[in-house]
């Protein structure tokens, strides 16, 4: 389903878009985007991750990065995870 929004940004073609949630990656092609994620499989697939604690950076890097590093993020796709092997 294509949205207001999402029409907006393909006919602006900005060189930067700013998004919650990246649900069009087709409109993102050949330009920066900063997204702002709930999902973490969203994140994964970015090119830095930044993890916001209480409003403040608490880490930066690739996945694999902030996965290796053991902190909140790690902590975060962990139990993400853990979640996705029991079934519901």
């Known amino acids: 389903m ?3 929004g999402f029409l907006r940004l ?4 900005p060189p930067i878009a700013i998004l919650d ?11 920066a985007a900063l ?7 969203q994140a994964a697939k970015a090119d830095e991750v930044v993890v916001l604690v209480a409003g403040r950076i608490a880490e930066r890097g690739t996945h694999g990065e902030l996965v290796a590093l053991g902190g909140e993020y790690a902590r975060l796709w962990s139990a993400w995870s853990a979640a996705r092997l029991w079934p519901t």
């Not at 949630?21 to 330009?31: H, K, N, P, V, Y």
């Open 2 to 4: 294509l949205t207001t």
């Open 10 to 13: 393909v006919l602006a073609d």
């Open 21 to 31: 949630e990246a649900t069009a990656d087709a409109a993102l092609a050949g330009r």
């Open 35 to 41: 997204i702002v994620a709930h999902r973490l499989t």
